[in-house]
Structures are given as C-alpha cells and as structure tokens.
C-alpha cells in the first residue's frame, strides 16, 4: 500500500520539490480516468502531427499510451514526481536585446559549457526513491519514465495532487508554478486513499492570457493543444519545412516556446529553484542569432549533445534560426542567409531563402527588391 505523506517525505529526500500518487484504473472501467480516454480523441484528430511514437499500438490495436495497462498490465499506480526548473527572469515576453533569439527555459540547464539531461537527473532521483521504497514495502513490479515511456504524465500529475491542468494544457502548482519537470514511477502496489481527496482546484478562472498569448493560436481552449501549430512541435519535433503561415508567429523562438508559461500569473510568484543539477547556462539566454549560427556543427555538438536542444539536430536548428532571422527586420543577417539559402539540407535552404526574401521586402518597405 502506498500513502501520499509517505511518499512526499522520500521524493523530498531524493531531490525532487513535490510528489504524489495516482492510482491506475482498470482501462475501460467505470473508474477510468476521462483525461486518459481524451488521448485516443486527441491524436485521431490529428492533433499529433508527425509525433509518430505518440500513434503507436500494440499487437491488438489499442494505442500504447490509451492506458498505462496496455505496456505495463501490472500497474496499479503511478507515483508522479515534480522538479522545478524555474531560473527566474528574463521572460521570453520581455524586451529583449537585438537580435536576440529564445531557447526554451526547460534546455537551460548544465553547467558551463556543458549540458545536463533533465531525464537523466530525474532518473536518478527517481531510481533512489524506489530503492528507498522497495527497503519499506519489500519487492514489486515498477518502471521509472521521464517523457518518453507510455504514461500520459499530466493526467497522473494532475490526479496525484501536483496541480491542475492550466488552459495552456501544463501542470499548474499554487506554489511552485509550471517550471517543472516530471518524472514517474510506475509501480502494481495499491493506493491507500481514495485519489479524489489529492485534486488541486483548477485555479484558470476566468483567466486566458496563455491563449491571448499564443502566436500560433495553438490552444484550443479546451486544456488541449493542437501540436501542429505549437512553436515548440515547430521547432523541435517537426522535421522538414515548417508551414509558411506559422513562421511569422514562431518570431525569435529558436528552440520550443515558453509563452503561454511566461505570462501565466501563477508564474509570477513561483520560486526559483536553488538546484545545482537543473541550473541555467547564462550564454543560452536571450542568446544573439548570430552566435547561434556562427557554430559549426562540432560546436553545436559541445554545447548540446546531452541537452534537449540536440533533438532538433543541427539542420533543424539552423532551420529555426533562419526564420528567427528572417523575422529580425535585420538586414545584417543577410550574407548568412544567403550562405544558408545554399545549403545542402532542403529544410534548410528553403527556410533561408524565404527569410532573405522576408528581410528584402522588410528593407523596401513592403516592395520586394
Ligand atoms: C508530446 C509532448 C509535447 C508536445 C505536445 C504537448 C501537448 N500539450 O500535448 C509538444 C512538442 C508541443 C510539447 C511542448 C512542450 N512540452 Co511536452 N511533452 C510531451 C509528452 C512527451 C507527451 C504529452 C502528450 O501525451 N500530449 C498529448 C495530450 C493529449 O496530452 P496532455 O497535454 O498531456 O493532455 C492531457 C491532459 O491535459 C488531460 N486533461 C487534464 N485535465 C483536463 C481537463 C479537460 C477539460 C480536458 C479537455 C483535458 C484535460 O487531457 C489530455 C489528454 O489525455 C510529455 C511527457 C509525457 N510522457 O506525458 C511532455 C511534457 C508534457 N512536456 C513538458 C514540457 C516542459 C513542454 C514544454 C514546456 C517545452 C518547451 N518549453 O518548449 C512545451 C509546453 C507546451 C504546452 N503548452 O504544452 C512537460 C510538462 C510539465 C508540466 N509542468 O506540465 C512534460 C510532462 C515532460 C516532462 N516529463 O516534464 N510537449
Ligand atoms: S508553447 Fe508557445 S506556441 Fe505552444 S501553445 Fe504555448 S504559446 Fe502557443
Ligand atoms: S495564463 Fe491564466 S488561463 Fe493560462 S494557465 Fe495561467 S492561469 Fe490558467
């Protein structure tokens, strides 16, 4: 049996800022969690655009991440674990130097030249919580995730106690904000109390600045997202051309996007972590565009293999940072665009000729030159 103070207690001792659990209904049943079923809907709208690991199935059919049961038939439930990452200000939304570029807070963090994997950390954290549980409760079944196994983990989140699900579709603290990370352990022991009783109160009200914000209008109101016109799928997950009718809106985001977090009013009064693993590299914020695209690909590699940034690759990159560019109304970026607009990657190429065309027009007052 597992019970919520308890756990708190080990997942505070194990570094992580709040935890809880949740437990995993019987797919199908009348206990099973409405906000699980709604994945299903959510990607046979379409909404997952080219996120292929998300569409997965098994063996008959059912899609992977429907219910935790589907992988892991043992799971009874889910213990949710919370880092903050929160650095603190600047705000992608605030002025900001010329010619400054955006890098996701969440790809922040290392030290130095050198980037720590947020998955990496958590595991850890999480791999000592469950070692100091399995000390208390003898053996079980269990499996640590941070993003990529098949658990939906703001649904957990939400009916382990962590917070409510915002408009803006991420997990909401009263105290400590959006800036966290998750991380899960699933486990087939029992959940002592009824989960009803963890709920947070959907604290939104009346509030929509995180759908006001959008560039993109990718929030559909409905705690959900459409990914294809998120600035974040954008410019991490999608490969190849990024729609011309969404880059105008991507404006100097060169890696994710923090909008819809950096003016949500619960961020306002969140603390800033004091975590030595999860610390922000200063040169990666509001870093200036010609930096960025002055690194060859080995430089690239310094800097971000081992961070999120890596899964962009290095031409995805360099696709952003052209539209970043070619939404700069600066000229001088204009010898760089045109070396690019020759490049052998098409995405690449493409994104750089359209940004000299973008810039041209800009420097003509609107005529193309
Ligand atoms: C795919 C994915 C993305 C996609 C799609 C995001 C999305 N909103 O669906 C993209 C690439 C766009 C993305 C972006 C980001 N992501 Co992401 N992402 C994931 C991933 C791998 C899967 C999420 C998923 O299944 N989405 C599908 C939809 C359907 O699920 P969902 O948003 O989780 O929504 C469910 C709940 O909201 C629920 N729900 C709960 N209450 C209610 C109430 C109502 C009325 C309704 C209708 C629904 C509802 O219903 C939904 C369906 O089940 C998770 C890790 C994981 N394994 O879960 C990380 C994760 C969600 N991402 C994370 C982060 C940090 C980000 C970014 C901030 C990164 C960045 N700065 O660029 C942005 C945030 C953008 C945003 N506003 O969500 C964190 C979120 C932490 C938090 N505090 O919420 C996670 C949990 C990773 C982690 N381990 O820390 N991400
Ligand atoms: S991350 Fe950016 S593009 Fe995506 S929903 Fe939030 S504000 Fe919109
Ligand atoms: S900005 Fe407003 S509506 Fe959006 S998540 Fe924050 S409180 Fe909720």
């Known amino acids: ?7 708190d207690e080990l997942a505070r001792a194990a570094g992580f800022s709040a935890a809880g659990i949740a437990a995993v209904p019987e797919p199908g049943s009348a206990e099973d969690l409405e906000e699980q079923q709604r994945f299903a809907a959510w990607v046979e709208e379409g909404r997952a655009g080219e996120m292929e690991y998300l569409k997965r199935r098994d063996a008959a059919g059912r899609l992977v991440r429907s219910s935790v049961r589907v992988v892991l038939p043992w799971a009874r439930s889910v213990i949710v674990c919370a880092a903050n990452y929160h650095s603190g200000a600047p705000r992608s939304t605030d002025a900001a130097p010329e010619g400054a570029g955006w890098i996701a807070r969440y790809a922040w963090t290392g030290n130095g030249k050198r980037p720590t994997d947020y998955h990496k950390v958590l595991l850890r954290r999480l791999d000592k919580l469950r070692d100091r549980l399995s000390q208390e409760a003898g053996p079980f079944e269990s499996r640590c995730f941070v993003d990529t196994g098949p658990v939906v983990e703001r649904v957990y989140a939400r009916y382990a106690g962590i917070g409510w699900v915002g408009k803006n579709t991420c997990i909401l603290n009263q105290e400590l904000g959006s800036w966290l990370f998750l991380g899960v352990v699933v486990t087939s022991l029992e959940v002592a109390a009824p989960v009803a009783l963890a709920l947070a109160p959907d604290r939104c009200g009346s509030c929509t600045r995180c759908i006001d914000a959008c560039p993109t209008g990718a929030l559909t109101g409905e705690r959900a997202m459409d990914a294809n016109r998120c600035i974040a799928y954008l410019t991490i997950e999608k490969r190849g051309e990024i729609p011309e009718g ?16 950096d003016v949500c009013p ?16 200063r040169e990666l914020v509001n870093p200036a565009l010609e930096w960025l695209a002055g690194m060859d690909e080995a430089e690239f590699g310094q800097w971000f293999n081992g961070s999120p940034v890596r899964r962009a ?35 690449v190429a493409e994104a750089a000729a359209w940004a000299v065309g973008n810039l041209r027009r800009d420097k003509s007052g609107g005529e193309r030159l």
């Open 266 to 281: 619960w961020n306002r009064r969140a603390p800033i972590a004091a975590d030595p693993e999860l610390a922000a590299r």
């Open 1 to 7: 049996m597992l019970h919520t103070t308890h756990i």
């Open 246 to 261: 969404l880059r105008a809106g991507i404006g100097r985001q060169v890696f994710g996007c923090d909008i819809c977090q």
């Open 313 to 347: 690759k290095w031409r995805g990159f360099r696709r952003n940072l052209a539209i970043a560019m070619g939404n700069s109304g600066l000229p001088r970026y204009l010898p760089q665009l045109r070396e690019w607009s020759q490049d052998t990657d098409p995405a």
